[in-house]
């Protein structure tokens, strides 16, 4: 998620591990409060110009989806500390949530996990039960 200009922030989001043509929606919550998994987020975020959801995507084959997708009306600096949840479709039921963070500068950061284990973020990931 980045805001190229003042008018739209873009985003672009990679899912795996769904079922296969399952369908998903991605949005923007009020909170990022992951205390109770996603349940604590909150409802979708909404301003005066537009609201959080971000879209409907299908799962191919393999249990991937993507999505790109500019979105008016919103500004990067407002998001920072909410969080994106996904949502099965079907179901209603949230999968998966994170929280909405500031990156560093270019090569500025590191992507470490851990100050214990010194993993990158890619490391960890491979060693992770979930992966």
């Known amino acids: 998620m980045f805001q190229p200009t003042d008018a739209y922030i873009l985003v672009d989001a990679t ?5 296969q043509n399952q369908s998903v929606n991605l949005a923007i919550h009020k909170c990022g409060d992951l205390s109770s ?35 008016s009306g919103l500004k990067l600096h407002d998001l920072i500390g909410r969080s994106v949840v996904l949502h099965d479709t079907l179901t209603e ?3 998966a949530s994170g929280v909405i963070a500031r990156s560093a500068i270019l090569s500025q950061n590191r992507k470490k996990v851990c100050a214990c284990s010194g993993k990158t973020l890619w490391e960890e990931r ?6």
Request: charge should be negative; glycine fraction near 10%.
């Open 93 to 95: 039921s949230r999968l």
């Open 15 to 19: 899912i795996s591990g769904l079922k």
């Open 37 to 71: 998994s996603s349940y604590s987020c909150g409802d979708i975020f909404t301003n005066e110009f537009t609201n959080g959801n971000l879209g409907n995507i299908v799962a191919d084959d393999e249990g991937r989806a993507n999505l790109i997708v500019e979105k």
């Open 126 to 131: 491979v060693d992770s039960p979930f992966a």
